[in-house]
């Protein structure tokens, strides 16, 4: 054999060894762990604990590390119809490939998810843990998750965003950063429940104005007229889309010296006000006897035919804050006239000496979720506070499953009404985190799971709280330019309609 064709051959065997060492290797880093395994009787521990919960088939891959010790990891995921995964991990993250994760968790009815956790011991051999379940639910969640990032404190509102996320994925962007508006407050961000593409917010500052976005066009708007004593602030879109509700509140916040709580935020003076965009004008919500009473947090029955808010008496010079209660009341709104009916009462909390804060009604207009807290209107800073929901049909409530020992509030219903989303400070009692729970047509939940991040130690190391979570069908694409375009020029003045 000539000497230049012995070695070519030379060359080609060894690769081929190579290759199937490759193979061999590859196969061992991925494959199930075959032999020595001890069965334990334990759930593994994993970050985050998505164990027990129910998901929707279209969220995103749920990443997680195994927290339990060991040298090497692996993790098989198991569903009807699929073909089973498995990840092997010496680092203890298990990622999951999103392609490979559609086809475990896709469904047209509710089905298992299971995981099963294999950790390997210092003596070589393998513990496998019991299995985690989970449900995969057929009803899809909203594509799109909006929310507000801020540092938890109170005092400076520095690198302040609106960002919106994809569920579906793990893409995120911003809607709007305070960076490009002067460093200004921007807050109160507010969608029309999925009916419209309409999308406004607030900012505070030397930029000051309500701003609307409606057919790709941005503008901003002053609501606050010379007959107004307080400007508008928290929103709520008529499914028109020609009203948005809004509280005119005087707000002052108090801070303790020695109570467990940081704040407490209180209304002095609060009413409703009714912005009409067609005809640029504010309208005062004029009830009976309306200044005996604090009216605020104003919230919409889906048929647009009522609207709900929360109500307490109006408080003395000398108040206990601790004495405030708010109850839930509604009213019947006409449209063509833009009046209003004589409001009533359809919850009772200050009897049991609670409060409620927060009213959202399911798109079917059914469940109407709210939170309780001890007292007050401004729910975030009280440790106590729970979502629960009241059947409008009934009038009974029901405390969901989703509640934790610490604060539970902004909740937001997808639009077809078997998901909450919700800021939650279980992690660290401090930092407000978004967790996602599904509602059952009674009003029960399943347990609550975090928003799932690409990185699953995400969550150990950002600061910032997520505040107000709001689910949507609509991508919002701001241009930074058109927003400091429109910060820059001088607010659209809206007129006073004293009806």
């Known amino acids: 054999m000539p000497a230049l064709e012995q070695t070519l051959m030379t060359a080609i065997h060894k690769n081929k060894i190579l290759l199937v060492t490759a193979i061999i290797l590859l196969s061992g880093c991925t494959g199930k762990p075959g032999a020595n395994i001890t069965e334990s009787t334990e759930l593994p521990i994993i970050y985050p604990d998505y164990s027990g919960i129910i998901l929707p088939a279209n969220i995103a891959p749920l990443n997680f590390l195994i927290e339990n010790d060991g040298s090497s990891f692996y993790a098989e995921l198991t569903s009807d119809g699929a073909q089973s995964v498995g990840i092997k991990s010496k ?24 995981i099963d956790i294999f950790v390997k011991n210092e003596d070589g051999g393998w513990t496998k843990f019991r299995r985690i379940t989970n449900r995969i639910a057929p009803e899809p969640v909203d594509p799109y998750l909006s929310y507000r990032l801020l540092y938890p404190g109170y005092e400076s509102w520095t690198e302040l965003s609106i960002r919106q996320r994809n569920l579906e994925s793990f893409r ?16 109160c961000h507010s969608f029309n429940n999925g009916n ?41 879109w008529h499914p028109s889309g020609r009203f948005v509700a809004f509280s005119s509140n005087r707000i002052v916040q108090q801070f303790h010296s020695a109570d467990n709580k940081k704040v407490e935020v209180s209304d002095l003076e609060s009413s409703l006000v009714l912005f009409d965009l ?56 006409d449209q063509e006239n833009r009046s209003f009916g004589v409001p009533e009462t359809i919850f009772d909390a200050a009897k049991d000496s609670k409060s409620i804060s927060f009213p959202r009604i399911s798109p079917d207009g059914r469940l109407l979720a709210m939170t309780i807290q001890d007292y007050g209107c ?27 020992d610490f604060t539970d509030s902004y909740h937001s219903w997808s639009s077809n009404g078997r998901w909450l989303v919700f800021s939650s400070k279980r992690g660290d009692g401090l930092t407000a985190r978004p967790y996602l729970a599904y509602i059952d047509r009674d009003g029960n939940s399943g347990r609550a799971f975090i928003l799932p991040q690409e990185d699953p130690g995400f969550y150990h190391r950002f600061l910032k709280s997520f505040n107000i979570p709001e689910f949507s069908n609509v991508k919002v694409n701001l241009n930074p330019g058109e927003i400091r375009k429109t910060a820059k020029a001088r607010a659209i003045q809206a007129g006073w309609s004293g009806e």
């Not at 392609?99 to 009815?109: F, G, M, Y």
């Not at 917010?201 to 066009?217: L, V």
Request: with cysteine; glycine share 6%; aromatic share 14%.
């Open 91 to 114: 680092d203890k993250l298990i990622r999951i490939p999103q392609t490979k994760w559609k086809e475990l968790v896709s469904t047209d009815d509710f089905k298992d998810l299971n």
């Open 172 to 187: 995120e962007w911003p809607i709007i950063e305070n960076s490009v508006a002067d460093d200004n407050c921007i807050n």
């Open 196 to 236: 419209t593409g309409d999308f406004l917010f607030h900012m505070r500052g030397t930029m000051g104005g309500t701003y609307f976005y409606s057919g790709g066009e941005l503008k901003k708007t002053n609501l606050k007229t010379n007959e107004m004593k307080n400007g508008a602030v928290y929103p709520r």
């Open 278 to 333: 067609e005809k640029n004008e504010m309208i005062p919500v004029l009830f009976p006897d309306m200044e005996k009473y604090m009216d605020t947090y104003p919230e919409w029955s889906p048929d647009g035919k009522y609207i709900y808010f929360c109500r307490t008496e109006q408080i003395g010079e000398n108040y206990d804050y601790r004495q405030i209660r708010y109850n839930l009341c509604r009213a019947a709104f």
């Open 378 to 404: 401004f729910p975030i800073w009280h440790k106590e506070t729970d979502i629960i929901s009241l059947d409008l049909e009934t009038m009974k409530t029901v405390k969901p499953g989703l509640n934790s």
